[in-house]
C-alpha cells in the first residue's frame, strides 16, 4: 500500500517496501500534498502540475500584473481544477 508522508522538504509517497514512489524524471519529491497524491493515483505526472502552474502565474501577471487578488490556495485550486478538468475532457 503507497502512502503519502511530509517531510521537512516537501511530500514523498512511500512505497510498501520503504523505497519512494518517482515521476518519469527519478523525482521523488513534491511541494504540494495533491501533487503527491496525483502521482500516487496514477492522474497526473508532476511536469504536468509544473507547467499548469507555470502558465497560470504568467496567464495572472499577463492580466494582473502584480495587482492580483488570488492566494496561493486558489492558484492551487484553479491549477487542480483546471488539469481535472483535461483529464475528464479525455
Same mark, same amino acid.
Given at each position: 500500500?503507497? $502512502?503519502?508522508?511530509?517531510?521537512?522538504? !516537501?511530500?514523498?509517497?512511500?512505497?510498501?517496501? !520503504?523505497? #519512494? &514512489?518517482?515521476? %518519469?524524471? !527519478?523525482?521523488? &519529491?513534491?511541494? +504540494?500534498? =495533491?501533487?503527491?497524491?496525483?502521482?500516487?493515483? !496514477?492522474?497526473? $505526472?508532476?511536469?504536468? +502540475? %509544473? $507547467?499548469?502552474?507555470? %502558465?497560470? #502565474? %504568467?496567464?495572472?501577471?499577463? =492580466? =494582473?500584473? *502584480?495587482?492580483?487578488?488570488?492566494?496561493?490556495?486558489?492558484?492551487?485550486? +484553479?491549477?487542480?481544477?483546471? &488539469?481535472?478538468?483535461?483529464? *475528464?475532457?479525455?
Amino acid at each position: 500500500m503507497l $502512502k503519502i508522508i511530509k517531510t521537512n522538504d !516537501g511530500y514523498m509517497v512511500e512505497k510498501e517496501d !520503504g523505497d #519512494y &514512489l518517482c515521476d %518519469a524524471n !527519478g523525482d521523488n &519529491l513534491w511541494d +504540494w500534498y =495533491h501533487e503527491a497524491e496525483a502521482v500516487m493515483n !496514477g492522474e497526473v $505526472k508532476p511536469s504536468n +502540475w %509544473a $507547467k499548469a502552474n507555470t %502558465a497560470f #502565474y %504568467a496567464w495572472e501577471k499577463l =492580466h =494582473h500584473e *502584480d495587482d492580483s487578488d488570488l492566494s496561493d490556495d486558489d492558484r492551487m485550486l +484553479w491549477v487542480e481544477g483546471y &488539469l481535472q478538468a483535461l483529464r *475528464d475532457a479525455k
